[in-house]
């Protein structure tokens, strides 16, 4: 355990960790090598004598700076999010459709193709003959409810 009190070993391996947060992301590492350079500096001014307290240093160390500044940094940093429609719904409706089985009058169910697929499609009561466009209103179970 020779090397576990070498102040240049610490803070070799310190500065490598802080390096390689710019090849691994995540925030994570660079905190693991801070908190070595803290440990060689603490071996350095004699604060710590033996290897048990600096790899108890080193842990605890690492943990607090990882709680505490964590969010902090990517609060400050960002990174790539973004928030897309989750509700597939919101996408076809006004969308415009082709019949291809003649819709109505009243509640008699039809056929439209919508995306490449043929769907059941319900009106708003009147009829909709097949070859017409009609644009969808909504959705009603597996039927898509549609008018001109």
Request: hydrophobic fraction near 50%.
């Given at each position: 355990?020779?090397?576990?009190?070498?102040?240049?070993?610490?803070?070799?391996?310190?500065?490598?960790?802080?390096?390689?947060?710019?090849?691994?992301?995540?925030?994570?590492?660079?905190?693991?090598?801070?908190?070595?350079?803290?440990?060689?500096?603490?071996?350095?001014?004699?604060?710590?004598?033996?290897?048990?307290?600096?790899?108890?240093?080193?842990?605890?160390?690492?943990?607090?700076?990882?709680?505490?500044?964590?969010?902090?940094?990517?609060?400050?940093?960002?990174g790539d999010s973004?928030?897309?429609?989750?509700?597939?719904?919101?996408?076809?409706?006004?969308?415009?459709?082709r019949v291809i089985?003649?819709?109505?009058?009243?509640?008699?169910?039809?056929?439209?193709e919508f995306q490449?697929?043929?769907?059941?499609?319900?009106?708003?009561?009147?009829?909709?003959?097949?070859?017409?466009?009609?644009?969808?209103?909504?959705?009603?179970?597996?039927?898509?409810?549609?008018?001109?």
């Amino acid at each position: 355990m020779e090397y576990a009190n070498d102040v240049t070993a610490w803070a070799c391996i310190g500065v490598l960790l802080v390096i390689a947060e710019l090849v691994i992301p995540g925030g994570i590492v660079v905190f693991l090598g801070t908190s070595a350079l803290v440990v060689a500096a603490t071996l350095q001014f004699g604060i710590i004598d033996n290897w048990m307290h600096a790899f108890t240093l080193w842990f605890i160390l690492s943990i607090v700076l990882l709680l505490l500044f964590r969010n902090l940094g990517q609060s400050m940093v960002g990174g790539d999010s973004r928030v897309d429609n989750t509700d597939e719904e919101l996408d076809v409706y006004g969308k415009q459709v082709r019949v291809i089985a003649t819709i109505g009058p009243g509640n008699k169910k039809g056929r439209i193709e919508f995306q490449g697929t043929e769907w059941s499609a319900l009106g708003d009561g009147s009829e909709i003959k097949a070859g017409e466009t009609a644009k969808i209103v909504c959705r009603e179970n597996i039927s898509y409810v549609v008018e001109r």
